[in-house]
C-alpha cells in the first residue's frame, strides 16, 4: 500500500531530524545520566507518546487548528523556543555543567518522568507541522486508504527516532565516563551543545512564516 521510495524519504528525513540536538535528545540524556538507563527509557516513552499523539492528530486532521488559530502556534512555538533558551543558558552560563556531567540531583518518580518526557516533545509545534507538511508529499491517494498510509509513514518516523533515541540513552552512561576523564573535551561539548540550542531557540522565535501550508 506504501510506496517503498516513500518509506525510504520518511526514513532519511527522519533520522537526519533525530541527529540533530534538540530539547528531546538533551532531556533524554540529562535523565539517563543523572537516573540511570531505566529512568531515560521512561522518558523517552513520554516522548514517544508526545509522537503520537502529533501524528494521530495531524492524520485526523485535528492539527489544522494550528491553521485556523494562527495565536495558539505562535503561544505554543514561543514556549518552546523559551525552553530552548533556557536548556541553552544552563549549559552556557558561567558554572554551567554540561549534560553528560553526573550531577545529584533528587530522582524523580516514574510519572514525572514519563510527565517531562511528554512536555517536552508536545513543546514544539514544529512537530505537528512536520507531519503535516512532510507525509504528504510520500502518500499516493491513487493507492487508497490515505488515512492508512500517513499513520504508516509517520511510523516509519517514530520507529526511527525511537531506536536512535533509545541507542543514546543506553550510550549516555560510558559517553559521561568517556568525557569526564578529558575535562576539556566536557567544556567543548557543553559550549557546542549551549551553542546549538541557543541557535535553535533563537531560530524559532523570530521565524515568523507560520504554519506551512500543504499542497
Known amino acids: ?11 532519511v528525513i527522519a533520522l537526519g531530524m533525530v ?3 534538540g530539547p528531546n535528545m538533551l532531556y533524554l540524556v ?23 499523539v502529533y501524528l494521530t492528530c495531524a492524520n485526523l486532521g485535528l492539527s489544522v487548528v494550528f491553521y485556523a488559530v494562527p495565536e495558539l502556534y505562535v503561544a505554543v512555538k514561543l514556549a518552546g ?26 530522582h524523580d518518580s516514574p510519572r514525572r518522568l514519563f510527565t517531562m518526557g511528554l512536555v517536552t516533545n508536545l513543546l514544539n509545534p514544529k512537530i505537528a507541522i512536520m507531519y503535516l507538511s512532510l507525509i504528504p508529499q510520500f502518500i499516493d491517494p491513487q493507492a487508497g486508504h490515505v488515512l492508512v498510509q500517513g499513520l ?8 526511527v527516532a525511537v531506536t536512535v533515541n533509545l541507542s543514546i540513552v543506553l550510550a549516555a552512561g560510558t559517553i559521561a565516563v568517556f568525557l ?10 557543553r559550549y557546542v551543545m ?22
Open 81 to 106: 523556543a523559551g525552553y530552548l533558551g533556557w536548556l541553552a543558558w544552563c549549559a552556557l552560563r558561567p558554572g554551567g555543567v554540561s549534560v553528560f556531567a553526573p550531577k545529584d540531583v533528587p
Open 1 to 11: 500500500m506504501v510506496d517503498p521510495s516513500g518509506v525510504l524519504g520518511v526514513f
Open 30 to 52: 540529562s535523565r539517563s545520566i543523572t537516573q540511570g538507563r531505566r529512568a531515560g527509557v521512561i522518558s523517552l516513552g513520554g516522548v514517544a507518546v508526545g509522537f503520537l
Open 152 to 159: 504508516l509513514l509517520g511510523s516509519v518516523q517514530i520507529a
Open 19 to 21: 541527529l540533530t540536538p
Open 194 to 215: 549551549g551553542t546549538v540550542l541557543g541557535g535553535l531557540a533563537v531560530s524559532l522565535a523570530v521565524d515568523t512564516s507560520g504554519p506551512a501550508k500543504t499542497s
Open 180 to 189: 569526564a576523564r578529558r575535562p576539556g573535551w566536557l567544556r567543548i561539548q
